[in-house]
């Protein structure tokens, strides 16, 4: 089975600009979580999409977005965006609930905001 | 609130060597418990989950303990070797059939192995 797959890799934006980040899932997933990961914070949830409704949310700004389409992919928006949104970007994809289910990630979107 | 502590934050051995990392945790009602291992710049690769009723789990080199009294658990890797240099992240999880919100995350053990 192909893994989660995250694109782009990488990206470069500048301030006030917006960014749209693409997790696939894992094939018969259906849940995928969004997880930002600095060095000093460690990974921090965002939100997370189950059968293409948003389940839950973390503590983040409105600017950050998501959904998720019939197949399970799901995406992220940050709209202007800010120097501390410099991180990698993580999505992790479960068969069902992520507190019961294992979590597989994929390799991450490393965003640097100029 | 719930808190999951990792130690040592950094950890330096000599190849071939055994170490063992903590976790402690303060996460009501207890579900399970993952370690999960980073390369730099990649995402975490799971190592092992354990339930309530699981005290010990291997993965190759990699052996985890519970203990759900005291709320502890340790990731003891034998026989270290290079590519084992990445961080350690220790996982718990609140509630059993919860979402992700109920998943707290430690900050990682950050290990390196020295030839």
């Known amino acids: 089975k192909a893994g989660v797959t995250q694109t782009p890799r990488y990206l470069i934006k500048t301030r006030g600009q917006q960014v749209t980040l693409s997790c696939s899932p894992i094939?018969?997933?259906?849940?995928v979580s969004w997880y930002q990961q600095t060095p000093g914070q460690g990974l921090q949830f965002l939100f997370e999409?189950?059968?293409?409704?948003?389940?839950n949310k973390g503590n983040f700004p409105g600017r950050f977005s998501g959904r998720q389409f019939s197949n399970s992919r799901s995406e992220m928006n940050v709209s202007t965006l800010e120097l501390g949104d410099s991180a990698l970007y993580l999505c992790?994809?479960?068969?069902?609930?992520?507190?019961?289910?294992?979590?597989?990630f994929g390799p991450g979107t490393r965003l640097t905001v100029l | 609130k719930n808190q999951v502590e990792q130690s040592p934050q950094s950890l330096i051995i000599l190849e071939g060597k055994n170490c063992t990392l903590q976790?402690?945790?303060?996460?009501?009602?207890?579900?399970?418990l993952r370690w999960y291992k980073q390369d730099t710049g990649r995402g975490p690769v799971s190592l092992t989950i354990m339930t309530f009723s699981e005290n010990t789990k291997s993965n190759g080199r990699y052996t985890a303990t519970l203990d759900a009294d005291t709320k502890q658990s340790s990731l003891h890797i034998t026989a270290s070797q290079l590519s084992d240099s990445a961080s350690y992240i220790c996982?718990?999880?609140?509630?059993?059939?919860?979402?992700?919100?109920?998943?707290?995350f430690g900050k990682g053990t950050h290990l390196i192995i020295q030839p």
């Open positions: 094939s018969g997933h259906r849940s």
């Open positions: 999409y189950f059968s293409e409704t948003q389940r």
């Open positions: 992790a994809s479960s068969l069902a609930a992520s507190g019961s289910y294992e979590q597989f």
């Open positions: 996982v718990v999880s609140a509630t059993s059939g919860g979402g992700a919100d109920g998943l707290t």
């Open positions: 976790c402690n945790y303060t996460v009501s009602p207890f579900s399970n």
